[in-house]
C-alpha cells in the first residue's frame, strides 16, 4: 500500500483511513470481533485510524485503545470532540473548559499518552474559534496531541480558523474531514480548494454514503440502526431527493460493472483518487464489509469512468443536500432573509 502526506505535516498516511464509528453499541458490540476488524486492517497496511469520543459514548474509544495495545507506535491515531457527551450542557463543545477536560477522557479510553491528530468534530456560530484553537495549541505544545484538526467546517469556516490562528499566534488545523461520495460531491466546490490552498490533509468520510452505495437500499428500504434513525431525512425514500438517489445508484452500478469492480471499489476509489484526498475514511462494522473495502485501496480509475461518473452525478452536486452536514451552522433560518 502506498503513503501519501498529511497536509503538511510530515506524517504519511495510508489512502484508507479506518473509521471506527462502527465498533460498540452503535454497530458491532464484540469487542473482540471490532478488535479482529482493526488488526485485520492494520495488517493489510492501514496505518490510519479515525474514532470520536461520541462513538458509542466512549466505547468505540476504549475499543481502538485494546486493539492497538503493543501496535500504538505504528498507527496514526485520530479522534474528535465536540458532540454531546451527557446532559451537562458544558460537557460538549469547543470551550477550553471542555477541551481540556475532555482530552484526558479519550487518552485515558484510547489507553495512550498522545492523539495524533485531535479534531473538532462540528463547527458552531457560538464558540469564538480563537478560544477552540488556544485551547488545541496548549495541548500540542504539551505533547498531548501531536496534530489538529476540523470535521464538517464549510470553506468559509476554514479560511476564518487559518486567519485566526495565524494571526494570534496558535496551532492551526492541519486537516479538515468533511463528507465525499459519489452522491455527495458539495465540497468539489469551496472546501477541497479551500483547504488545498492551505495545505490541509483531507480524510473524508462516508463514502459510501451511509450505506447507499454499498448496494444495499432499494424503494422499500428504511433505516434500521440508531445512526440512520437519526438521519431521517437520508434515508425516507418518500422523498424526491433520496429517490433522484436511487436512481443514480443503479447506474453507478452499471458503470462499476463496466470497470470490473464492484459498487463498493468503485465508491471508496472515486474518492481516493481525487487529488485533494489524502485518505478515504472506510467504516465497516465486520470483517465481511472491511474485505469488499480494501481493495478500493490499489484501485485507480481511469478518465473515461470518471467522466461517466460526472455524467450520472455533476461535479459539486449534492443530490440531498440533507447529506452535507458540513458548514450546518451557516444558513440557519436567523441568518437568511426569509
Known amino acids: 500500500m502506498e503513503y501519501r502526506p498529511l497536509g503538511r505535516t510530515g506524517v504519511q498516511v495510508s489512502p484508507l483511513c479506518l473509521g471506527t464509528m462502527m465498533f460498540g453499541a452503535w454497530g458491532n458490540p464484540d469487542h473482540d470481533d471490532s478488535i479482529r476488524v482493526i488488526h485485520a486492517a492494520l495488517d493489510a497496511g492501514v496505518n490510519f485510524v479515525d474514532t470520536a469520543d461520541v462513538y458509542s459514548a466512549g466505547e468505540s474509544e476504549e475499543i481502538v485503545g485494546k486493539a492497538l495495545k503493543g501496535r500504538r507506535d505504528d498507527v496514526v491515531l485520530a479522534t474528535k470532540f465536540f458532540m454531546p457527551m451527557g446532559d451537562d450542557p458544558n460537557r460538549r463543545g469547543g470551550s477550553r473548559r471542555w477541551i481540556i477536560s475532555e482530552v484526558e477522557n479519550s487518552l485515558r479510553r484510547l489507553g495512550t499518552d498522545w492523539i495524533d491528530l485531535y479534531q473538532v468534530h462540528r463547527p458552531s456560530p457560538d464558540i469564538d474559534v480563537e478560544e477552540t484553537l488556544g485551547a488545541l495549541t496548549d495541548l500540542v505544545r504539551q505533547g498531548k496531541v501531536r496534530s489538529i484538526g476540523s470535521s464538517s467546517y464549510a470553506g468559509s469556516q476554514i479560511v476564518e480558523a487559518q486567519w485566526v490562528a495565524r494571526d494570534r499566534g496558535l496551532e492551526r488545523f492541519r486537516t479538515e474531514q468533511p463528507p465525499y461520495s459519489m452522491l455527495v460531491r458539495g465540497i468539489e466546490l469551496d ?12 480524510l473524508t468520510y462516508s463514502p459510501l454514503s451511509g450505506g447507499w452505495l454499498s448496494g444495499n437500499w432499494s424503494a422499500g428500504s428504511s433505516p434500521t440502526s440508531p445512526v440512520r434513525q437519526r438521519l431521517a431525512k437520508r434515508f425516507d425514500m418518500a422523498l424526491p431527493e433520496n429517490r433522484r438517489k436511487l436512481d443514480a445508484v443503479q447506474q453507478l452500478a452499471q458503470v462499476a ?4 469492480l464492484s459498487l463498493i471499489e468503485l465508491a471508496i476509489a472515486f474518492v481516493a483518487n481525487h487529488p485533494a484526498v489524502t485518505s478515504a475514511i472506510i467504516g465497516p462494522r465486520t470483517m465481511e464489509q472491511l474485505e469488499s473495502q480494501l481493495p478500493a485501496a490499489d484501485v485507480v480509475l481511469d478518465t473515461a469512468t470518471l467522466d461517466r461518473i460526472d455524467e450520472i452525478v455533476a461535479p459539486g452536486v449534492t ?3 440533507a447529506d452535507h452536514s458540513y458548514g450546518e451552522q451557516v ?4 441568518l437568511r432573509r426569509r
Open 319 to 321: 443530490l440531498n443536500p
Open 331 to 334: 444558513l440557519q433560518p436567523a
Open 191 to 202: 472546501v477541497l480548494p479551500t483547504a488545498q490552498r492551505h495545505g490541509m490533509g483531507i
Open 257 to 260: 460493472d463496466q470497470a470490473g
